[in-house]
């Protein structure tokens, strides 16, 4: 059960790496940034919805004392790592966007030991580097090519990304030490981000990409919110409850460039070079270690 739930972060991390598949078509529709998340996000509450009220309604009781952790992780968090995450995939590569917000791990690591007394061991160090080098690789950055597209606002954009990141690691962790559920954490917080985006939503576009191929962009909108939101959030939250932060935070960011810079590949012809395959061995090589020893031995 540990190996299995050691998983669910990185296959997280694929599935956040799809974003730019889906944000990419929606801006060259028309649509602007608050518009691609709201729609998103909306779709990804209704359905977390109707999933509580099928299956166990007690999910949506929190207590009032309890709101302003909602609060943050929704607007702190999830609202400031998909703002920032969806800006800087416009100005950057989808592998160089991935690999800043691969940076997250470093605050997670930082933060969890300081609230959450977990150890900062020379294994989680190691391997956070290794796959932060990885990464690095990965995205082309170091070398003189021209498929890297990149710009001093988009990687700072890209740098807030993993900041914001990981608040919502640390105020999901918050909550469940607080006693709330996985879905009750993931729908709030969602709930919270609709409740500010939609008056900022611009329905008219929204309108026309809905009319313009009734069924095809109406699945393709559901495809969006389950395979960047509802998925890789539920499960990203579901193993937090049974693996240190800066742990989730290292397999997640692992798998995200990964799965960026194969759907760049497939997508946008975004050709990898020698070197992003290296960074991509070093990727996997940085997660095989973590998941290596689930029981992560204190030093």
Same mark, same amino acid.
């Given at each position: 059960?540990?190996?299995?739930?050691?998983?669910?972060?990185?296959?997280?991390?694929?599935?956040?790496?799809?974003?730019?598949?889906?944000?990419?078509?929606?801006?060259?529709?028309?649509?602007?940034?608050?518009?691609?998340?709201?729609?998103?996000?909306?779709?990804?509450?209704?359905?977390?919805?109707?999933?509580?009220?099928?299956?166990?309604?007690?999910?949506?009781?929190?207590?009032?004392?309890?709101?302003?952790?909602?609060?943050?992780?929704?607007?702190?968090?999830?609202?400031?790592?998909?703002?920032?995450?969806?800006?800087?995939?416009?100005?950057?590569?989808?592998?160089?966007?991935?690999?800043?917000?691969?940076?997250?791990?470093?605050?997670?690591?930082?933060?969890?030991?300081?609230?959450?007394?977990?150890?900062?061991?020379?294994?989680?160090?190691?391997?956070?580097?290794?796959?932060?080098?990885?990464?690095?690789?990965?995205?082309?950055?170091?070398?003189?090519?021209?498929?890297?597209?990149?710009?001093?606002?988009?990687?700072?954009?890209?740098?807030?990304?993993?900041?914001?990141?990981?608040?919502?690691?640390?105020?999901?962790?918050?909550?469940?030490?607080?006693?709330?559920?996985?879905?009750?954490?993931?729908?709030?917080?969602?709930?919270?981000?609709?409740?500010?985006?939609?008056?900022?939503?611009?329905?008219?576009?929204?309108?026309?990409?809905?009319?313009?191929?009734?069924?095809?962009?109406?699945?393709? %909108? $559901?495809?969006?919110? =389950? +395979?960047? &939101?509802?998925? /890789?959030?539920? #499960?990203?939250?579901?193993? @937090?409850?049974? *693996?240190?932060?800066?742990?989730?935070?290292?397999?997640?960011?692992?798998?995200?460039?990964?799965?960026? %810079? $194969?759907?760049?590949? =497939? +997508?946008? &012809?975004?050709? /990898?070079?020698? #070197?992003?395959?290296?960074? @991509?061995?070093? *990727?996997?090589?940085?997660?095989?270690?973590?998941?290596?020893?689930?029981?992560?031995?204190?030093?």
């Amino acid at each position: 059960m540990k190996k299995i739930i050691l998983i669910l972060p990185l296959i997280s991390g694929i599935l956040w790496g799809s974003v730019g598949v889906f944000v990419r078509k929606l801006y060259s529709f028309g649509f602007d940034n608050f518009t691609v998340l709201s729609s998103r996000i909306a779709i990804a509450t209704l359905i977390l919805f109707l999933g509580i009220m099928i299956f166990d309604k007690s999910l949506l009781k929190i207590k009032l004392k309890d709101a302003w952790v909602f609060l943050a992780a929704g607007l702190l968090g999830m609202l400031g790592l998909n703002l920032a995450y969806n800006e800087s995939i416009s100005r950057l590569t989808l592998s160089l966007a991935a690999v800043l917000l691969s940076l997250a791990p470093i605050f997670v690591v930082l933060w969890g030991a300081i609230l959450f007394k977990e150890r900062i061991t020379v294994r989680k160090v190691g391997c956070m580097f290794m796959a932060i080098f990885g990464c690095l690789l990965t995205s082309g950055i170091l070398e003189s090519t021209a498929s890297v597209k990149w710009s001093f606002v988009g990687i700072f954009i890209g740098f807030l990304s993993a900041f914001f990141y990981a608040l919502y690691t640390v105020f999901s962790r918050l909550a469940m030490d607080r006693g709330y559920q996985v879905f009750t954490i993931t729908f709030y917080s969602m709930l919270t981000i609709t409740i500010v985006l939609l008056p900022l939503t611009d329905f008219h576009i929204l309108g026309d990409f809905l009319t313009s191929e009734p069924i095809e962009n109406s699945i393709f %909108m $559901l495809l969006h919110s =389950a +395979f960047t &939101s509802v998925l /890789p959030y539920v #499960l990203y939250t579901v193993a @937090l409850t049974q *693996v240190e932060t800066g742990i989730a935070s290292i397999l997640a960011s692992g798998g995200e460039p990964i799965a960026a %810079m $194969l759907f760049g590949l =497939a +997508f946008f &012809s975004e050709i /990898p070079t020698l #070197l992003s395959f290296t960074g @991509l061995l070093v *990727v996997v090589a940085a997660l095989a270690l973590i998941l290596k020893q689930p029981k992560q031995k204190k030093v």
